[in-house]
């Protein structure tokens, strides 16, 4: 059965989208469940948007601000994050872009707080072996399980926190957008 775009004018919200979403999914139609998901999201997206900003006018100085804040974390990752790295699962290639260029960031940061270390340093010019110790030490930290030691050198714990946190984020956005364009 083939669902007709047009219905997707009539439904304003992201239940009727949700239901949409459903009926593709079950007549195998997964270019308009992608579809359907999209504006479903994108309906939420909104409705999410205008509650947040209505509780945020209780908010009273900067304490209650953080507290405001943490309540409402999880729309940053629900919501704010997938919309803008993989629009909601219809960019493939955007998350992996966004995670080679945030982690070849954190790669630069790395070797710069390295220190004196024997094995990778920044020396103020790029050559080949450092490029390519540069190179090792980014595909070694691209996994979130990578350990602290490289080559006898201690990685600075901090931005191997950080570089775990942003690679861990990013391969769970790029499972979800890959997840949308497998054909089941």
């Given at each position: 059965m083939l669902i007709p775009l047009f219905l997707a004018s009539v439904v304003e919200n992201q239940?009727?989208?949700?239901?949409?979403?459903?009926?593709a999914f079950n007549h195998g139609d997964y270019d308009r469940y992608a579809y359907y998901h999209l504006k479903e999201m994108q309906s939420f997206s909104s409705d999410e948007w205008k509650r947040l900003l209505k509780s945020r006018e209780d908010v009273q100085g900067l304490s209650t601000f953080w507290k405001w804040v943490g309540l409402n974390f999880d729309y940053f990752f629900k919501v704010f994050l997938p919309s803008k790295t993989s629009n909601f699962g219809?960019?493939?290639f955007r998350?992996?872009?966004i995670l080679v260029l945030i982690h070849m960031s954190l790669n630069f940061l790395m070797i710069s707080v390295s220190g004196n270390s024997q094995t990778i340093m920044w020396t103020g010019r790029f050559d080949w072996p450092s490029t390519l110790k540069g190179?090792?030490?980014?595909?070694?930290t691209l996994l979130p399980t990578h350990s602290l030691n490289f080559e006898q050198m201690n990685l600075n714990p901090?931005?191997?926190?950080?570089m775990r946190l942003v690679s861990s984020i990013f391969i769970y956005q790029i499972v979800l957008a890959s997840r949308r364009h497998i054909k089941i």
């Open positions: 239940f009727g989208y949700r239901q949409l979403k459903l009926l219809q960019k493939l998350p992996v872009i190179a090792e030490l980014f595909f070694y901090i931005v191997s926190f950080l």
